[in-house]
């Protein structure tokens, strides 16, 4: 009998322990909750956090977030207005603001980021095909900076006349987005595009004229080179031509000075003393003409053996 008294308590003990322990829950600060009871909402929202009493086995608690979410798109291929196909990547921050409108229309998280899977997606896709490539990327309506020998690139007015950037196509489709989450209790704080991209077949379009229109320049930046060396070597041949003759023309002043002055010399010496000069002037000749391979053959009135002879 003992023993199943023990046993009747056990049971009454665990009985009341189950009761109390599904009576109370505790709230967090991040947390807002909604009772519900047999699958319906009963009371108010409960946001205030702390120690929470609902009736056990009957009511279930069901816990949300109170904090910021994120929702992050998947990078879709979007047609611009100008017919031009981009990728587009998007993030946004939402919030629950009316727990009891949430768990009705969307139960939970996942039906809340699939709701808004369609709502950001949509309002993208229209404001994106409203609007010019030019203005999805840019953000403001700065002038571009245009390189002087970009003459196959548009004018700089026409590049700066764009009526909106990529930030406020950003604000146009959260505008629209909040338009139409009013009713589902939650709120978009933010919508931001993350990136944008062209397809991979206009991509390589874009790059190879990059590339065509960066090595043009190039080309023409290394004719201009080539023209310069040109102007600078001719420059340079032109100056070695002056130094050249202005050195000829010196060399051959003082050449015909140095013989001017040699004839004089010559003259002197001749009129001082006519028969030396002739005989200084015939060796000199002959040093000059003749080597060791040379026969010479001279005759008896010759003025060369007349002079040998008379030195003997």
Not at 224 to 230: H, I, K, L, N, S
Not at 278 to 304: A, N, Q
């Amino acid at each position: 009998m003992k023993r199943i008294g023990m046993l009747v308590g056990l049971i009454i003990l665990l009985l009341v322990l189950s009761v109390f322990g599904g009576m109370f829950y505790i709230v967090d600060e991040t947390q807002q909750v909604i009772i519900t009871q047999f699958g319906d909402p009963v009371g108010e929202p409960v946001v205030n956090p702390g120690l929470k009493v609902k009736t056990p086995f009957i009511q279930k608690a069901n816990f949300f977030e109170k904090r910021f979410l994120e929702w992050d798109g998947e990078r879709n291929q979007i047609p611009t207005r100008d017919k031009r196909f981009i990728y587009v990547d998007t993030y946004a921050r939402w919030q629950i603001t009316d727990p009891l409108k949430y768990f009705q229309r969307l139960r939970d998280e996942r039906g809340a980021q699939s709701r808004l899977d369609d709502i950001l997606d949509g309002e993208t896709r229209n404001a994106i095909a409203n609007h010019d490539l030019l203005e999805v990327v840019r953000t403001t309506t700065r002038e571009f900076e245009v390189s002087e020998d970009d003459t196959d690139t548009k004018s700089d007015s026409e590049f700066a006349a764009i009526k909106i950037g990529r930030a406020e196509i950003a604000r146009e489709v959260l505008k629209n987005s909040q338009g139409r989450v009013t009713d589902l209790g939650i709120s978009i704080l933010d919508f931001r595009f993350k990136r944008i991209n062209y397809v991979e077949e206009v991509r390589r379009e874009v790059y190879q004229r990059m590339i065509s229109e960066r090595k043009r320049i190039a080309e023409q930046f290394r004719s201009e080179g080539e023209g310069e060396a040109a102007n600078i070597g001719g420059e340079q041949e032109k100056l070695l031509q002056e130094i050249t003759s202005v050195a000829y023309r010196t060399a051959e002043e003082t050449k015909g000075k140095a013989d001017a002055q040699a004839a004089d010399i010559y003259a002197r010496a001749y009129n001082r003393d006519a028969d030396f000069y002739r005989f200084t002037k015939s060796m000199t000749t002959l040093k000059e003409t003749l080597d060791k391979d040379t026969v010479l053959v001279l005759g008896t009135d010759g003025e060369f053996l007349r002079y040998v002879e008379q030195s003997k």
